[in-house]
Structure formats: C-alpha cells, structure tokens
C-alpha cells in the first residue's frame, strides 16, 4: 500500500505545485488590479464616440429600452448600458434579482440578441478563494497558496535527500521503497 501512495503522491504533488503557484499568482493580480490593468491599455475601435449627437443617443436608447419592456413590462432596472465594437452598438438592460437578468439588444435595430439569467459566483468558489471573507480572505489565500509551495519544494528536497543517503548507504536504486 505504501509502494502506491507513493507514486499517487509523486503525481499528485506536480498538480498541487501547478495549482498552488498559479493560484497565488491569480491572487497577487487579484489584490493588485493587475488582471484590470492589462485589458485597459487594449482599445478597440468603437461605433460610439463623444462626436456623437445627443438624439443620436437617445434613439439608441429608446430602442434598446422599448425592447427590454416587450420582454419584461414594468421591471425594475438595476442599469442600462450602451457598449460598442466595431461598427456593432449593444444596449444592455440589467434587472434585478437573484440571479440578475441581462438582456442584450442591437441598439439600432431594437432586435433582442440575448436574454439571459446571469449566476453570481458560487459560494463554493468564493470560498475557495477566500473572497467570502473580502480583502483579508484574498491574503489568506495568497499565504495559503505560498505555504503549499513551501511544503512541495521542501518534501521534494526531504525525499532527494532521502534517495541520495539510501543510494550511498546501500545502493538500490529504486524511486520508492
């Protein structure tokens, strides 16, 4: 039984070196906004500018309103939101609930793209990245993920050790034993 724990052990340990520094340095760019930072320096060409007229804006408006209030009359809005790409204008109405509702509508036609229920994040993976417990959780799982390192680098350097006296004192050269 030992024999197998080991090599399940020698496994599982390269997957919880790769999880554990992936997930700190997840977490650094968690509590530093690096992750935020990197998509804000990329600009995409948009179909909406600050040139625009006003009742250029309200029609866009009114349009992705009118088609919001065919799919739900008289729901509360939480936000509504033009966003462009390219030559494309999207009006997207956001109601509230649990879970949220988005409704997605091509702001010049007033054609529904999507309506859809949007999911917060699950408990289960709030937790597991300590954001259930805000900024002070986020830290934790930095240290968390940091002292899973430390354990697989310094059973990695024990078990070398190991290997190496067990090869001078009687030279078998198993991995295990």
């Known amino acids: ?3 197998y724990h080991r090599w399940v052990s020698a496994v599982a340990a390269i997957f919880l070196l790769f999880v554990s520094v992936t997930g700190v340095v997840l977490q650094v760019q968690r509590l530093t906004g690096a992750d935020a930072d990197a998509n804000a320096g990329k600009r995409t060409p948009s179909a909406l500018t600050t040139a625009m007229p006003t009742p250029a804006y309200a029609a866009l408006v009114s349009r992705t309103l009118d088609a919001a209030r065919q799919r739900a009359p008289d729901a509360a809005i939480t936000s509504v939101v033009l966003r462009g790409e390219g030559n494309a204008i999207q009006g997207v109405v956001q109601l509230p609930g649990d879970p949220l509702r988005e409704i997605v509508v091509d702001a010049r036609s007033g054609r529904v793209l999507n309506d859809e229920r949007r999911e917060a994040e699950s ?28 354990l697989l680098v310094s059973g990695g350097w024990v078990y070398l050790d190991m290997y190496r006296r067990r090869l001078k004192g009687s030279g078998k050269r198993g991995l295990f034993w």
């Open 1 to 3: 039984m030992r024999k």
């Open 123 to 150: 408990l289960i993976l709030r937790i597991h990245s300590g954001e259930i417990l805000g900024e002070p959780g986020v830290v934790l799982g930095v240290l968390w993920g940091l002292a899973l390192v430390v």
